[in-house]
């Protein structure tokens, strides 16, 4: 079964807290991205990879990094979390034809 | 960046009727995509159109692809409670390396 997930699902930290969240694919796609939701705002796109290695900034790539070193992973990494970033993120993996959503995680930074 | 314009907001329907949404752009994309997004998940895609003037359902939804390649329709037809959920518009850049979301029109359905 085609899969994205990400862990965790849920997570509140404190500002400053360096955090990491997984994405792992299953379906040997090159493409993978980073979105956050915010009220108001829809999905916006944080940061993207086309292949292993190759990694770019996307709309709102601030205070941000990511790396993919494997295929299948994608994590999204928080150095120094600020409470403007709580909200909720998703892992996307995509081929030229057709993109899947992971499940989301949620973040609240206090 | 290019931005997508998605009307309406929101959306309050009895079950049975039918809902239409649209979304608008500034520039021109090649590819439309239509997502459902539950509460607590991910959107999951529901229609793709490829060329302008294209007309695709899946069930009761049916997307068009507008001719000047700038704006999409989606209309469900004779809803149901289960369609309640966020309905996203979305452009791709070429091989999807990018996507631009609409900001989403909220579908709630009174049974």
């Known amino acids: 079964e085609a899969q994205v997930t990400q862990n965790p699902r849920y997570l509140i930290t404190v500002t400053g807290k360096k955090l990491t969240v997984t994405c792992s694919q299953n379906m040997n796609h090159e493409y993978m991205s980073w979105y956050r939701q915010d009220p108001g705002l829809g999905l916006r796109q944080i940061y993207y990879s086309m292949n292993v290695e190759v990694t770019d900034k996307g709309d709102v790539p601030e205070g941000y990094k990511v790396s993919r070193k494997e295929k299948r992973n994608f994590p999204l990494i928080l150095e120094s979390p600020s409470p403007n970033q709580t909200s909720l993120y998703f892992c996307a993996s995509s081929s030229p034809t057709e993109q899947y959503f992971g499940p989301g995680t949620r973040l609240t930074v206090t | 960046g290019q931005q997508l314009n998605q009307s309406p907001q929101s959306m309050f329907i009895q079950e049975g009727e039918d809902v239409s949404m649209n979304c608008t752009s500034s520039?021109?994309?090649?590819?439309w995509l239509w997502y459902k997004q539950d509460p607590g998940e991910g959107p999951v895609l529901l229609i793709a159109l490829y060329k302008a003037g294209e007309l695709t359902s899946n069930g009761r939804l049916t997307a068009q692809f507008g001719i000047t390649r700038k704006d999409s329709f989606l209309n469900i037809s004779a809803s149901i409670p289960s369609d309640v959920g966020i309905y996203f518009c979305?452009?791709?850049?070429?091989?999807?390396?990018?996507?631009?979301f609409g900001k989403g029109t909220m579908l709630l359905v009174s049974p």
């Open positions: 520039s021109i994309f090649n590819t």
């Open positions: 979305a452009g791709p850049s070429v091989g999807y390396s990018t996507l631009t």
